[in-house]
Structures are given as structure tokens and as C-alpha cells.
């Protein structure tokens, strides 16, 4: 193989990895820009090795026609094993915080940049660019698809005013979930009671989204512990 195809490959995989991993450093994913570049080049570098593996292979029986039977060349083993290991670096990415599972997307297209590197490597220049241009637009363009007709939940941030704090927050956990609706997070500020008639709490609320959050601040005013909902 010629060293101008080795650098020609090695681009190809920044440059293709650098797409999908600019648009996941956008999205402030824990696996970035330079991560899925590694990942790629690695992968590139791989398929580079089987490829050089099988040419001297080639070229030992050429000179030594004795030796094909005892000399092979498996060009699928080392790939095998870069899908297999990318698949743990991959579980790194996924975060598990308060019952949701977050960075999904992230392994999977750690894995995909992963597969794409293998198929620079192995100089299937069509089927790499394609696929780094299928994976940015499933990235991209089906996240909006996503949210608007898919995502059956919607998050929301209410500041409540309150008056009792214990009876506060087993009322409002109590109507939460008569409205199916996930408290995500609660936030009290810390405030002097001689100083503030009033308390503040941030509720941060997973609902379903056929339910409007107008609907929600005006049955929420209506409890006896709570002054004032501002959504935020």
C-alpha cells in the first residue's frame, strides 16, 4: 500500500469522525469532538494493520509457495475486536441519574464512528462517506423529529412561594402523581424566616405533554400551602 493512501485514510477518518463528534461536543456529551476521533483513527488504524498483515502474508507465500498452508491471514479477527471493545468505552458514556438513563445516543454513535473507521481503513471510501452523512443527519435532523412527535414527556421548571414546607411537598408529590407526572428535582432556597414572609422551592417536573403547564400553575395556586407558581 502506497503511503500516500495510508495519509489519505487517516484524514478521512478525522474528518469524518470530527463531523459527528462536533455535533455531540455541541450537545455537551460526555464523549466529544476528540474522543470520537480517536476512536475513528484507532479503528482506521486497525483495519490498516489487517490490510498490511494480509499483503505480507501475500507476498511470503509468493516467495515461499511452501508455506500457503501453513500461513493465513484472518482480515476480520481485529475488527471483530475493536466493535467488542468500543462497546465498553461506549458504557462509559451512559449515566445513570435518578432513574433515567442518559448518553445512549453517545455510545451508539461512538460505535457507528468506530465501524466507519474500519471501512476507511479498508479504503470502502463510498460506504464511509455515506455513512458519516446518514449518521449526522440521524444526529441532527431526527432530534427535532424526535422531541416533536416521539417524546411523550416534557420537562418544566416551577418556582413555588410556600408557606409549609413538609405539607408543601407531600401535597404536590401527592398531585404530581394523580397527574402522571415525574418530580425530577426540588430545590429549597436558603432564606431567613424573619426576613422572608414567604419561602421559595424550584420544582423541576417530567409531564406528559398533552398536559399544558398554564394547567398545572392554575390547579397548583389553588393548595392552601402555596402563595404563588411561576413557571421559569
Same mark, same amino acid.
Given at each position: 500500500?502506497?503511503?500516500?493512501?495510508?495519509?489519505?485514510?487517516?484524514?478521512?477518518?478525522?474528518?469524518?469522525?470530527?463531523?459527528?463528534?462536533?455535533?455531540?461536543?455541541?450537545? %455537551?456529551?460526555?464523549?466529544?469532538?476528540?474522543?470520537?476521533?480517536?476512536? *475513528?483513527?484507532?479503528?482506521?488504524?486497525?483495519?490498516?494493520?489487517? #490490510?498490511?498483515?494480509?499483503?505480507? @502474508?501475500?507476498?511470503?507465500?509468493?516467495?515461499?509457495?511452501? $508455506?500457503?498452508?501453513? $500461513?493465513?491471514?484472518?482480515?476480520?479477527?481485529?475488527?471483530?475486536?475493536?466493535? @467488542?471493545?468500543?462497546?465498553?468505552?461506549?458504557?462509559? @458514556?451512559?449515566?445513570?441519574?435518578?432513574?433515567?438513563?442518559?448518553?445512549?445516543?453517545?455510545?451508539?454513535? $461512538?460505535?457507528?464512528?468506530? *465501524?466507519?473507521?474500519?471501512?476507511?481503513?479498508?479504503?470502502?471510501?463510498?460506504?464511509?462517506?455515506?455513512?458519516?452523512?446518514?449518521?449526522? $443527519?440521524?444526529?441532527?435532523?431526527?432530534?427535532?423529529?424526535? +422531541?416533536?412527535?416521539?417524546?411523550? @414527556?416534557?420537562?418544566?421548571?416551577?418556582?413555588?412561594?410556600?408557606?409549609?414546607?413538609?405539607? #408543601?411537598?407531600?401535597?404536590?408529590?401527592?398531585?404530581?402523581?394523580?397527574?402522571?407526572?415525574?418530580?425530577?428535582?426540588?430545590?429549597?432556597?436558603?432564606?431567613?424566616?424573619?426576613? %422572608?414572609?414567604?419561602? +421559595? *422551592?424550584?420544582?423541576?417536573?417530567?409531564?406528559?405533554?398533552?398536559?399544558?403547564?398554564?394547567?398545572?400553575?392554575?390547579?397548583?395556586?389553588?393548595?392552601?400551602?402555596?402563595?404563588?407558581? +411561576?413557571?421559569?
Amino acid at each position: 500500500m502506497k503511503s500516500y493512501e495510508v495519509l489519505i485514510r487517516l484524514f478521512m477518518a478525522i474528518v469524518i469522525a470530527g463531523l459527528i463528534g462536533y455535533e455531540r461536543e455541541h450537545k %455537551n456529551r460526555p464523549a466529544g469532538f476528540r474522543t470520537h476521533i480517536l476512536v *475513528c483513527v484507532g479503528a482506521t488504524i486497525i483495519s490498516l494493520i489487517q #490490510l498490511y498483515a494480509v499483503q505480507e @502474508t501475500s507476498n511470503m507465500i509468493l516467495l515461499h509457495p511452501e $508455506l500457503a498452508s501453513a $500461513l493465513k491471514a484472518d482480515i476480520g479477527r481485529l475488527g471483530a475486536q475493536v466493535v @467488542t471493545g468500543v462497546g465498553f468505552l461506549g458504557a462509559g @458514556t451512559i449515566i445513570h441519574e435518578k432513574g433515567s438513563i442518559k448518553g445512549l445516543t453517545t455510545a451508539a454513535s $461512538l460505535w457507528v464512528v468506530a *465501524c466507519i473507521g474500519l471501512a476507511i481503513g479498508l479504503g470502502y471510501y463510498f460506504l464511509s462517506i455515506a455513512s458519516a452523512v446518514f449518521v449526522f $443527519l440521524v444526529l441532527v435532523s431526527l432530534k427535532k423529529f424526535e +422531541t416533536r412527535f416521539l417524546d411523550k @414527556t416534557k420537562l418544566i421548571k416551577l418556582q413555588v412561594q410556600y408557606v409549609n414546607k413538609r405539607e #408543601l411537598v407531600k401535597d404536590l408529590e401527592e398531585y404530581f402523581d394523580s397527574k402522571g407526572a415525574k418530580v425530577k428535582n426540588i430545590e429549597f432556597a436558603v432564606e431567613e424566616e424573619e426576613i %422572608n414572609e414567604y419561602s +421559595t *422551592c424550584l420544582y423541576t417536573v417530567l409531564i406528559p405533554r398533552n398536559i399544558k403547564s398554564s394547567e398545572l400553575i392554575s390547579e397548583l395556586v389553588l393548595f392552601d400551602e402555596v402563595v404563588r407558581v +411561576t413557571e421559569i
